[in-house]
């Protein structure tokens, strides 16, 4: 799909049904290419050793998720990560969904080599902490994704209830501490993806994924996370920039976290 195939798109469609479901997949959005380009770029990051403050592989621990790591904020050093988390045709439709200028507020990408736990349920505005409103995710396949090695779950609705109080997740299944159990009468639905496609979800969205239990096949996945350029404030972690690259700084809201790993006994805080 091209940037002038996103105009042809609907826009009051893709509105409406983001409204309904929280979420949705827009199909061979990144050309093969593209995806390709991608994964050489962070697979030669990690042949590297690393980069201080972003990414440190450690190569000698047994744990697949500490020899390779997600890369947090890979596109304040790497230029292809810039060019994706900016990219046109993701600004046409988060702009569809918002219905305003986006801003970029963080970018992350995920390895997620075999034998790799998942993240439990969780909600992405719990660590962003947007305010008012909430961020959209763009996650990006860069390889085939699906149950067998750890692709995304959703759970359709949870977007329209807020923030929940999460529960301390399973260690050995969970990377992350927190967990939100979906609400009674709804369930979990996996979305399974081609290289190219982009899964679009609400912030409040409840989501996660499960163990890669596959014993050659990688998930690799880059994810921008974005906010409407109304927002005021947003946790100090995140260094909100406009789609066209300058910094657009927002004052710092409270109780926001970077990583996922925020898990406290009285729950968001």
């Not at 763009?138 to 779950?153: K, M, S, T, Y």
């Not at 609400?183 to 639905?189: Q, S």
């Not at 996660?208 to 050659?216: V, Y």
């Not at 990688?218 to 409407?228: A, K």
Request: with cysteine.
């Amino acid at each position: 799909m091209t940037a002038t195939d996103i105009d042809a798109l609907r826009p009051e469609s893709l509105r409406e049904r983001f409204e309904e479901d929280g979420f949705i997949v827009v199909r061979a959005l990144f050309g093969q290419e593209e995806t390709e380009r991608l994964c050489a770029a962070f697979t030669a990051v990690h042949a590297a050793g690393g980069v201080p403050g972003h990414f440190a592989p450690d190569r000698a621990d047994p744990d697949p998720l500490r020899r390779w790591p997600r890369v947090m904020q890979p596109h304040e050093f790497d230029a292809v990560a810039r060019e994706v988390l900016l990219d046109a045709r993701l600004r046409a439709v988060l702009e569809t969904l918002f219905g305003e200028e986006v801003l970029a507020a963080q970018s992350m990408f995920y390895f997620k080599p075999p034998g790799a736990r998942g993240q439990a349920l969780h909600q992405d505005n719990f660590y962003l902490r947007v305010e008012p409103g909430t961020c959209v995710a763009a996650w990006v396949a860069c390889e085939p994704i699906d149950r067998d090695n750890g692709g995304l779950q959703v759970v359709p609705g949870t977007h329209r209830m807020g923030l929940f109080c999460p529960e301390e997740a399973d260690e050995e299944l969970s990377f992350a501490r927190e967990y939100v159990p979906p609400p009674p009468g709804l369930v979990p639905v996996p979305v399974d993806l081609a290289p190219g496609d982009v899964l679009f979800f609400n912030g409040s969205l409840v989501h996660g994924s499960g163990p890669n239990r596959t014993r050659d096949r990688f998930r690799r996945s880059f994810i921008g996370h974005y906010v409407g350029r109304s927002a005021e404030r947003i946790g100090a972690y995140y260094r909100t920039v406009a789609m066209s690259g300058e910094r657009v700084p927002l004052a710092r809201s409270e109780g926001a976290g970077p990583c996922g790993t925020e898990f406290g006994p009285h729950g968001p805080h």
